[in-house]
């Protein structure tokens, strides 16, 4: 296996690995069940991503998929924050990314309120970014979105499998209830203060602790507070054992991931849609933090991690 000669960790497209232009991707493959024929044969294509291991890793997927298939790839991902990959696939820069339907819908369309069936949620950025030169493929089962988890001692003490179980235990045991939360969640419409109108939960300033992410699921795991704000595809919800409460009543925003491309790239390279929906459709919020956490938690190369799941997948092999 070979991969890529640099790989972009930071976002700052560092001057070694060729400042803005970025760098090929020379992984060793060649069509397994995607990529047949070499539809892309002659194609140069360049593929993006934000900066954070989820991104890396579709990044890497998306680059590895198009090379089976006869493309010539260059790797910019790695853009630091959000716009800086959007608006390199919405001005062709580059050619397309992994990019998630709450955030298209809310971040870049500029909505407030999130639709909460995933599908409707998708067909609306879908629909609504045409305009913008954009196409958005299928999108996967893969939702990085918000959640309250707990260490597995705790599941089992208290018996909440919910959100709705969350808020009837803040009601008849209210010392039993203690967050840990990030900032930004603490403050957002999205966050705490709407799914504590949504589900009806009283929770006590005092009950809730702000501090960094990785805390968070470090402090939910000890136990120090009963649950821990974390999101859903998170690699250290798997390491650290704990149970994600599911938001019965769907206030979270829907975050599927799905293919992002140029529309005037899709338009002339069409395969490109084929050769992306079976990989995107195995993508799930289980495959998402097994990944993750190769590389959060065991500390692997993004890029050998996405080869390696592609290999064993079957969608490439080893040219």
């Given at each position: 296996?070979r991969?890529a000669?640099?790989?972009l960790?930071?976002?700052?497209?560092?001057s070694?690995?060729?400042?803005?232009?970025?760098?090929p991707m020379?992984?060793?493959?060649?069509?397994g069940?995607?990529g047949?024929?070499?539809?892309l044969k002659g194609?140069d294509?360049?593929?993006?991503?934000?900066e954070?291991?989820?991104?890396l890793?579709l990044?890497?997927?998306?680059?590895i998929a198009?090379?089976?298939?006869?493309?010539?790839?260059?790797?910019?991902?790695?853009?630091?924050g959000?716009?800086g990959?959007?608006?390199?696939?919405?001005s062709?820069?580059?050619?397309?990314?992994?990019?998630?339907?709450?955030?298209g819908?809310?971040?870049?369309l500029?909505?407030?309120?999130?639709?909460?069936?995933?599908r409707?949620?998708?067909?609306?950025?879908?629909d609504?970014?045409?305009?913008?030169g954009?196409t958005?493929?299928?999108?996967?089962?893969?939702?990085n979105?918000?959640?309250?988890a707990?260490?597995r001692?705790?599941?089992e003490?208290?018996?909440?499998?919910?959100?709705?179980d969350?808020?009837e235990?803040?009601?008849?045991?209210?010392?039993?209830?203690?967050?840990?939360?990030?900032n930004q969640?603490?403050?957002?419409a999205?966050g705490?203060?709407?799914?504590?109108?949504?589900?009806g939960m009283?929770?006590?300033?005092?009950?809730?602790t702000?501090?960094?992410t990785g805390?968070?699921y470090t402090q939910?795991?000890?136990g120090?507070?009963t649950?821990g704000e974390?999101?859903t595809?998170?690699?250290?919800?798997k390491?650290?054992?704990l149970?994600?409460?599911?938001?019965?009543?769907k206030?979270?925003?829907?975050?599927?991931?799905a293919?992002?491309?140029?529309?005037?790239?899709?338009e002339e390279y069409?395969?490109?849609?084929?050769?992306?929906?079976p990989?995107?459709?195995k993508?799930?919020?289980?495959?998402a933090?097994?990944?993750?956490?190769?590389?959060?938690?065991?500390?692997?190369?993004?890029?050998?991690?996405?080869l390696?799941?592609?290999?064993?997948e079957g969608?490439?092999?080893?040219?």
């Open positions: 296996m991969r000669a640099c790989l960790l930071t976002g700052a497209l560092v070694a690995c060729g400042l803005t232009s970025g760098s020379v992984d060793d493959v060649r069509p069940s995607i047949k024929g070499e539809p194609a294509l360049t593929v993006t991503s934000k954070f291991s989820e991104q890793i990044g890497a997927i998306m680059g198009f090379q089976a298939a006869g493309a010539d790839v260059l790797d910019r991902t790695g853009i630091q959000s716009i990959s959007r608006e390199a696939v919405k062709g820069a580059a050619d397309a990314d992994y990019e998630y339907t709450g955030t819908w809310i971040n870049y500029g909505n407030t309120e999130p639709l909460p069936d995933p409707e949620q998708w067909e609306a950025v879908r609504a970014d045409r305009e913008n954009v958005w493929l299928e999108p996967s089962p893969l939702n979105t918000y959640a309250l707990m260490n001692a705790n599941a003490k208290y018996g909440t499998k919910t959100l709705s969350v808020a235990l803040a009601k008849k045991d209210p010392g039993a209830v203690t967050l840990c939360v990030e969640f603490a403050n957002r999205d705490l203060p709407g799914m504590a109108k949504e589900y009283d929770i006590p300033a005092k009950n809730v702000q501090m960094d805390i968070i939910a795991a000890k120090s507070c649950f974390v999101f595809t998170d690699g250290r919800i390491s650290m054992d149970v994600v409460m599911e938001d019965d009543k206030f979270f925003p829907n975050y599927n991931a293919p992002m491309v140029h529309t005037k790239t899709l069409p395969e490109i849609a084929d050769i992306l929906a990989v995107t459709k993508l799930n919020n289980t495959v933090r097994e990944l993750n956490a190769k590389v959060d938690v065991e500390g692997e190369d993004p890029h050998e991690v996405a390696e799941w592609m290999l064993q969608f490439v092999e080893e040219g």
